[in-house]
């Protein structure tokens, strides 16, 4: 089995558990992954994830498109038409400026917050690339 396979990342995202069964088994992700020391700063200090956030380990994480303004042909030249995510295998991908790549993440865990943050007291350190809050 390649090592990839052995490798287990956590996400800290907007808690959706209630959009579908197994939620977010197969959801596409712009977010980046977050390292344990930064999730208790994470929590802190993002907004969104102040609503409401779940933390998951994911096992795979394959990269599967892009989210971006999708363009048209105009009459005097490219129009953006609407922003959209799309697969690496859609024609119509030629036509995007991408903002941000997707991920597919599968063979997701919620994990609880408190054991997560239990584990997030230390201040991250600058390999991370985390922000100090002080
Ligand atoms: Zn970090």
């Given at each position: ?7 287990i ?97 599968r063979?997701?865990t919620?994990v ?14 600058p ?8």
């Open positions: 089995m390649p090592a990839a396979h052995l490798l990342v956590l996400w800290l995202l907007r808690d959706h558990r209630d959009d579908w069964e197994g939620w977010p088994e197969g959801m596409a992700c712009t977010e980046p992954p977050v390292c344990v020391p930064c999730v208790a700063l994470s929590l802190r200090l993002c907004p969104a994830l102040r609503r409401g956030a779940a933390a998951v380990r994911v096992r795979q994480f394959e990269l599967a498109g892009v989210r971006g303004a999708l363009y048209r042909k105009g009459a005097s030249g490219a129009v953006a038409v609407d922003d959209v995510n799309l697969a690496y295998d859609d024609p119509d991908i030629r036509w995007v400026v991408a903002s941000a790549l997707i991920r597919e993440l063979g997701c919620l609880p917050l408190a054991t997560i943050s239990r584990n997030s007291e230390k201040a991250p350190t390999e991370c690339g985390g922000l100090r809050s002080d």
